[in-house]
Nanobody, 115 residues
Framework: QVQLVESGGGLVQPGGSLRLSCATS????????MEWYRQAPGKQRELVAA???????NYVDSVKGRFTISRDNAKNTAYLQMNSLKPEDTAVYYC?????????WGQGTQVTVSS
C-alpha cells in the first residue's frame, strides 16, 4: 500500500521558517519525481517545487530564493525548507510522487503565516 505522509506544518510569523517532510512507503522512492503543491482557500492548487530523481529542482517564481526542495533516498523522504515566509504562503501543502502515469498524493499539511 502506497502512503505519503506530510508533516511539519503549523503557525509561523512572517519572516519565519518551517521545514515540511513527506515520508513515503510502498513505492521505489528513488525513481520518482517528488513535487510539493499548495492550495490556498478559494484558489487552485499550484505546483510550488519539484525535484527529479537526479536531484534537479524547479520552483514557482513566487518562492524562488526562499524555498528549497530536497530528498533523502535512504529515508524515502522529501523535504521542503521554507524561509522568509509571507502571509501569502498560507495554504495546505501537499506532496506528490510522480512516475509516468502513476501519481500518489499525501493528505496535506496546513501552513499558516500570520502575526
Amino acid at each position: 500500500q502506497v502512503q505519503l505522509v506530510e508533516s511539519g506544518g503549523g503557525l509561523v510569523q512572517p519572516g519565519g521558517s518551517l521545514r515540511l517532510s513527506c515520508a513515503t512507503s510502498g513505492i521505489s522512492f528513488s525513481i520518482y519525481v517528488m513535487e510539493w503543491y499548495r492550495q490556498a482557500p478559494g484558489k487552485q492548487r499550484e505546483l510550488v517545487a519539484a525535484i527529479t530523481r537526479g536531484g534537479s529542482t524547479n520552483y514557482v517564481d513566487s518562492v524562488k530564493g526562499r524555498f528549497t526542495i530536497s530528498r533523502d533516498n535512504a529515508k524515502n523522504t522529501a523535504y521542503l525548507q521554507m524561509n522568509s515566509l509571507k502571509p501569502e504562503d498560507t495554504a495546505v501543502y501537499y506532496c506528490k510522487a510522480k512516475l509516468g502515469g502513476s501519481d500518489y498524493w499525501g493528505q496535506g499539511t496546513q501552513v499558516t503565516v500570520s502575526s
